[in-house]
């Protein structure tokens, strides 16, 4: 059973840190693209960043300058280091990622369970 884990979210004043991680595990044969969305309750889930296996990334003009993406192959973990943050990135942040697991013909998108950034003012 393919599963993602995420950790690192938390509480952080405007202008602080974050560093969040994203753990793939299961029988995994190969994880293509990867990447993180954001959710405020009321909200469309809206795309935060992406990076391909290769490393070629995506990021939202939202946080371009201030986020970065990042993985690691060998993990099957990717990373998203969140800096200058505001109290607009308060939300709570998904991972996902396009694996081929075990049993499975093609690829498929999964998702974490989210984890919650809140920034203070």
């Known amino acids: 059973q393919v599963q993602l884990v995420e950790s690192g979210g938390g509480l952080v004043q405007a202008g602080g840190s974050l560093r969040l991680s994203c753990a793939a595990s299961?029988?995994?044969?190969?994880?293509?693209?990867m990447g993180w969305y954001r959710q405020v309750p009321g909200n469309q889930r809206e795309l935060v960043a992406t990076?391909?296996?290769?490393?070629?990334?995506n990021i939202a003009d939202s946080v371009k300058g201030r986020f970065t993406i990042s993985r690691d192959n060998a993990k099957n973990t990717v990373y998203l280091q969140m800096n200058s943050l505001t109290p607009e990135d308060t939300a709570v942040y998904y991972c996902?990622?396009?694996?081929?697991?075990?049993?499975?013909?093609?690829?498929?998108?999964?998702w974490g369970q989210g984890t919650q950034v809140t920034v203070s003012s």
């Open positions: 996902t990622a396009e694996i081929l697991g075990a049993g499975a013909e093609r690829y498929r998108s999964y």
């Open positions: 299961g029988i995994i044969f190969s994880i293509n693209h």
């Open positions: 990076i391909t296996y290769g490393g070629s990334t």
